[in-house]
């Protein structure tokens, strides 16, 4: 369930879009602001404090990235990009300039509102107890330990440093680049068989079917997101 106070900004030219999610988001107990422009969405960003932000990129004055990014030079409110466009490459620039997920129209909204929980529970994670759990997995990121079906599981040193970004970020989709940066670090942006080496022994470890991910799920062509049960 979604707290009442919540307020969402949605950010989108068509107005078909805007109603649909009007209607949608009030249902759920979302107080909705609109703006259909990049600049209309900075200005309300001000003069609402949205909890959250649903940023459409094709708009009239400028794009949905560049809207990102200055809201990023000031503010970590959530962003969940909502677009027509598929294309890898759009996926990849929105989430590395600072959005917090990605959703390509027609989209489900049960799906969408399970990505704004996931992104919301982020944003209160700093005050929690730093015990991540997800179905039978659990990380004691003050211990360092890692357990799976209550067994401690023996992580590599370059393991458990990807296994603490992912939950620093759970539920959020992280692009390779992003994963290679915050665990590598700088220089090592293109090395994706690496990651996708370590991503495979960590599953290893840590999933009841490696074959089946639940936990580390990926996302096609853009990265990987650990995933949050609701």
Not at 201 to 211: C, F, G, V, Y
């Given at each position: 369930m979604?707290?009442s106070?919540?307020?969402?900004?949605?950010v989108?030219?068509?107005?078909a879009?805007?109603?649909?999610?009007h209607?949608?988001?009030t249902?759920?107990?979302?107080?909705v602001f609109e703006?259909?422009?990049?600049?209309?969405?900075?200005s309300?960003?001000?003069a609402?404090?949205?909890?959250?932000?649903?940023?459409d990129l094709?708009?009239?004055?400028?794009?949905?990235?560049e809207?990102?990014?200055?809201?990023r030079?000031?503010?970590k409110?959530?962003?969940i990009?909502l677009?027509?466009?598929?294309?890898?490459q759009?996926?990849?620039?929105?989430?590395?300039?600072?959005?917090?997920?990605?959703?390509?129209?027609?989209?489900?909204?049960g799906?969408?509102?399970?990505r704004?929980?996931?992104?919301?529970?982020?944003?209160?994670?700093?005050?929690?107890?730093p015990?991540?759990?997800?179905?039978?997995?659990?990380v004691d990121l003050?211990?360092?330990?890692?357990?799976?079906?209550?067994?401690e599981?023996q992580?590599?040193p370059?393991?458990?440093?990807?296994l603490r970004?992912?939950?620093?970020h759970?539920?959020?989709v992280?692009?390779?680049?992003?994963?290679?940066?915050?665990?590598?670090g700088?220089?090592?942006?293109?090395e994706?068989h690496?990651?996708?080496?370590?991503?495979?022994?960590l599953r290893?470890?840590?999933?009841?079917?490696?074959?089946?991910?639940r936990?580390?799920?990926?996302?096609?062509?853009?990265?990987y997101r650990?995933?949050?049960?609701?």
């Amino acid at each position: 369930m979604i707290d009442s106070e919540l307020r969402v900004l949605v950010v989108d030219d068509e107005a078909a879009i805007r109603r649909f999610l009007h209607a949608a988001l009030t249902a759920h107990n979302f107080q909705v602001f609109e703006a259909t422009t990049g600049q209309d969405a900075l200005s309300g960003v001000i003069a609402h404090r949205p909890d959250i932000v649903i940023l459409d990129l094709g708009l009239p004055d400028m794009d949905g990235i560049e809207v990102t990014r200055r809201l990023r030079e000031w503010s970590k409110i959530p962003i969940i990009i909502l677009s027509v466009r598929e294309h890898e490459q759009d996926k990849v620039a929105a989430l590395d300039a600072g959005a917090d997920d990605y959703l390509t129209k027609p989209f489900g909204i049960g799906e969408l509102l399970a990505r704004m929980r996931a992104a919301m529970r982020r944003i209160s994670a700093p005050g929690a107890v730093p015990i991540f759990i997800s179905g039978e997995l659990q990380v004691d990121l003050t211990r360092r330990i890692v357990t799976l079906k209550e067994q401690e599981v023996q992580l590599t040193p370059t393991e458990y440093d990807l296994l603490r970004v992912l939950v620093t970020h759970a539920g959020k989709v992280l692009t390779h680049h992003q994963l290679l940066r915050e665990v590598w670090g700088v220089g090592y942006e293109k090395e994706t068989h690496m990651l996708r080496v370590n991503i495979s022994n960590l599953r290893h470890k840590i999933e009841s079917d490696p074959t089946r991910p639940r936990c580390v799920l990926t996302e096609p062509g853009v990265g990987y997101r650990l995933r949050v049960d609701s």
